[in-house]
Every structure is written in structure tokens, then in C-alpha cells.
Nanobody
Framework: QVQLVESGGGLVQAGGSLRLSCAASGRTFSTYSMGWFRQAPGKEREFVAA??????????YYADSVKGRFTISRDNAKNTVYLQMNSLKPEDTAVYYCAADIFLNSIRSGVPTHWGQGTQVTVSS
């Protein structure tokens, strides 16, 4: 099993950038697909991005709302997945959660087996 800890959230102005990090425990990190979700005030948790295992790291998926602005990546040597967020908008304000599962489709469908505690991202206008 893995434990996930997010970091990198904060307050930025619209149009700015942030990079979120998710540090994972365990020697089997490279066997897991990883993803990011977010939950804004008064809204349901929604899928943001996902990336496959180390040998399929080029397989990435994004919600339509963040395509072209956000980039998910991973560094298996550091057991870390990242979410680079550019051109941030006020509607991106949410708690962002890291997720992991051995099946990429479990993340894309919103039912990963492992969740982080979340990190707050606030975008001011």
C-alpha cells in the first residue's frame, strides 16, 4: 500500500502558476497509476488529471476544464507526482487531492484505492 501527502498549494493571482507535489511512500510507487482531483466549495469532487505507470508515463488524461493549462508528471526516483498549473483562474480554487491505484481506469472513473489529505489552492481575481 501507499501513503500520499500533497504540498505546494497556496494563494495566487489569476493568470499565475503553481506546482503541486504528491509524495508517495512505498517501494512499489512505479507500479501505480496516479491522479489529481479537486473539490471546490459547494461542489462535488471532480477529476482533474491522471498519468499511467512508469513504463506508460506518456499516457496522460485531463479534464476538459484544465486541458492546455495543467500538466501532470511523475518522478519515480523521488516517488512523487506533480501537477503544474498555469494560467490559473478563480474557478480553479479548490482543495486538490492526490490519488493512486494500480488501475488507471479506477482513477479516471473516480474510485482510486488511495487518497491524500488535500492541499488548498486559492486563485484571486
Amino acid at each position: 500500500q501507499v501513503q500520499l501527502v500533497e504540498s505546494g498549494g497556496g494563494l495566487v493571482q489569476a493568470g499565475g502558476s503553481l506546482r503541486l507535489s504528491c509524495a508517495a511512500s512505498g517501494r512499489t510507487f512505479s507500479t501505480y497509476s496516479m491522479g489529481w482531483f479537486r473539490q471546490a466549495p459547494g461542489k462535488e469532487r471532480e477529476f482533474v488529471a491522471a498519468i499511467g505507470m512508469s513504463w506508460s508515463a506518456g499516457s496522460t488524461y485531463y479534464a476538459d476544464s484544465v486541458k492546455g493549462r495543467f500538466t501532470i508528471s511523475r518522478d519515480n526516483a523521488k516517488n512523487t507526482v506533480y501537477l503544474q498549473m498555469n494560467s490559473l483562474k478563480p474557478e480553479d480554487t479548490a482543495v486538490y487531492y492526490c490519488a493512486a491505484d494500480i488501475f488507471l481506469n479506477s482513477i479516471r472513473s473516480g474510485v482510486p484505492t488511495h487518497w491524500g489529505q488535500g492541499t488548498q489552492v486559492t486563485v484571486s481575481s
